[in-house]
């Protein structure tokens, strides 16, 4: 059984750093692409980053490029984003997602709240 699980969201201020890990098991970790999607109240799950297998490639949502930086460590099957420079509208649930093609696991999600 796959199992994605998300920690490492909090309530912060404006202007604070947060990390947040995802922890993969039940799957070949180091085949599969990873992705940080979002989902704020009202609003539809969007992809904030995402990384292939080798993590060689990285892309971003261009709302958090320059302060999110996504990464993973194949030998520890976990995927982190590194989140610096958080603003309100950087509120959400925050959830990672595995997939070879497509997205075909998902964690159960992790809220970051952000105050200004």
């Known amino acids: 059984q796959v199992q994605l699980v998300e920690s490492g969201g909090g309530l912060v201020q404006a202007g604070d750093s947060l990390r947040l890990s995802c922890v993969a098991s039940g799957l070949t970790f180091s085949r599969y692409g990873m992705g940080w999607f979002r989902q704020a109240p009202g609003k539809e799950r969007e992809l904030v980053a995402r990384?292939?297998?080798?993590?060689?490639?990285?892309q971003y949502a261009e709302s958090v490029k320059g302060r999110f930086t996504i990464s993973r460590d194949n030998s520890k099957n976990t995927v982190y984003i590194q989140m610096n420079s958080l603003k309100p509208e950087d509120t959400a649930v925050y959830y990672c997602?595995?997939?070879?093609?497509?997205?075909?696991?998902w964690g159960q999600g992790t809220q970051v709240s952000v105050s200004s």
């Open positions: 997602a595995a997939g070879l093609l497509g997205w075909q696991y």
């Open positions: 990384i292939t297998s080798g993590g060689g490639v990285t």
